[in-house]
Structure formats: structure tokens, C-alpha cells
């Protein structure tokens, strides 16, 4: 089963206007990380929080982690229409390497 | 650098043909993986290899047979193909399974199987 669910599911928004996306997962972490999939296309790594980090930045891109509620959220703020993309969170668990479970995905449209 | 290569790009095949997907990578990764993606869901973990040598099952290793043939070549064998592999496959990499860091994805595969 996937360890990570996505909420929403779907999100559209208008150029300019931010984009939240949520992410929950089951077991003890030690990172969480975000992706990227444009359509047809492979994975791309975003962003990575580690269990002791509560929030990070990388350009328009806020990462919140909270593990007492076992979820994270992503912000991109200023969206573009070239954020279009589905957005994935996937965990590396205790004692589990490298190893990724990912969620679902929230599949964002930005509307120009 | 080219990253993390798939071939084929697409592929076609009959119930119980077989088939091999290949995935390369040149940045001196020590571990690789497989996934496959099912449409409106997350990838999911088939095989992976922490290290040259070594393979080891993911949460749905059923059907599928793997080959780490060197550091840099990680392949994927379907034996019988059923339609329920009908997917996409992605291959990835990281530096090692324990650096807990970010893994690169290749373009991945589209297997249809009739």
C-alpha cells in the first residue's frame, strides 16, 4: 500500500495565485522528499526535508513538515503556467535506506 | 552527463512474450531501482539494487526478475508478460541506499501488453 496520500487530488489555479498540496504518511520518517512529473515525462527532486527539519525553502518552493501530525505541505508560491505538473511526496523510512514510498500525486494546473 | 537512460521508450507485446528493459547510469551511483506507475497513482517500488552484486525484492516484485550487471547497468526482465504489467516503468539512482539522499529518475518505458 502507499505509504503517502495526497490531498488534493487535483488543484487549479490561476497564474500568479499560490498552489498548497498536502501530503500524510504512516510510519516514522527520515526524510521526506517532493517530485516533480511533467506529463510523459521521468521524476524530477525537488525539494528534501529531513525528520528533525520543520521547514525549508528553495526558491518558490516552502516545504512544511510536521511529524507529530505525520504530514507535509508544499507551497509554490507566484505559480507559473509552467508549473503544470504532478507533484508526488515520498518518505524514506526508519531503517530503510534510499528506499522512496511514494503518495498518489496532486496533478496542478496553472492556467495562464 | 546523460543521467539516468531507459530503452526502449515504448514497447508493445502479446500475453506471455518476454522482454527486457534496459536503464544506465553515468554518474557512479552505487544504488538503482525500478518502479513502475499505473495511471492516477504514485511509483511503486518492483526491485532495487543497493550496491553491484546485490538485488533485492520492493513491494511488488511478482512476475518481474532483475540484473544488476555492472555499477552502471540496472535491467528489468519480464518473463511472461501479462496485461496487468501493462504500465510504466521508471529506473533510478542514487549514490548509495544508506546516503538516504534523493534518487534521478530516467524518462521511463511505456509497456503495453495485449
Known amino acids: 500500500s502507499q505509504q503517502g496520500e495526497e490531498d488534493p487530488q487535483a488543484l487549479s489555479i490561476q497564474e500568479g495565485e499560490n498552489a498548497t498540496m498536502n501530503c500524510s504518511y504512516k510510519?516514522?520518517?527520515?526524510?521526506l522528499q517532493w517530485y516533480r512529473q511533467n506529463s510523459g515525462r521521468g521524476l524530477v527532486h525537488l525539494i528534501l526535508?529531513?525528520?528533525?527539519?520543520r521547514e525549508k525553502h528553495s526558491g518558490r518552493l516552502r516545504v512544511t513538515l510536521d511529524t507529530s501530525k505525520k504530514s507535509s505541505s508544499l507551497l509554490i508560491t507566484a505559480s507559473r503556467a509552467a508549473d503544470t505538473a504532478s507533484y508526488f511526496c515520498?518518505?524514506?523510512?526508519?531503517?530503510?535506506?534510499?528506499?522512496?514510498?511514494f503518495g498518489e500525486g496532486t496533478q496542478l494546473t496553472v492556467n495562464p | 552527463n546523460a543521467g539516468v537512460t531507459q530503452t526502449p521508450k515504448f514497447q508493445v507485446l502479446k500475453t506471455g512474450q518476454s522482454m527486457t528493459l534496459q536503464c544506465a547510469q553515468d554518474?557512479?551511483?552505487?544504488?538503482m531501482y525500478w518502479y513502475r506507475q499505473d495511471p492516477g497513482m504514485g511509483l511503486r517500488l518492483i526491485y532495487y539494487s543497493a550496491s553491484e552484486g546485490t538485488t533485492d525484492k520492493g513491494e511488488v516484485p511478482n512476475g518481474y526478475n532483475v540484473s544488476r550487471l555492472n555499477k552502471r547497468e540496472f535491467s528489468l526482465r519480464l518473463e511472461s508478460a501479462a496485461p496487468s504489467q501493462t504500465s510504466v516503468y521508471f529506473c533510478?539512482?542514487?549514490?548509495?541506499?544508506?546516503?538516504?539522499?534523493?534518487?534521478?529518475f530516467g524518462p521511463g518505458t511505456r509497456l503495453l501488453v495485449l
Open positions: 554518474m557512479n551511483h552505487n544504488s
Open positions: 526535508i529531513r525528520s528533525n527539519e
Open positions: 533510478a539512482s542514487s549514490e548509495d541506499l544508506d546516503s538516504q539522499e534523493t534518487q534521478y
Open positions: 510510519t516514522s520518517i527520515n526524510n
Open positions: 515520498a518518505t524514506t523510512k526508519k531503517g530503510g535506506g534510499s528506499r522512496l514510498t
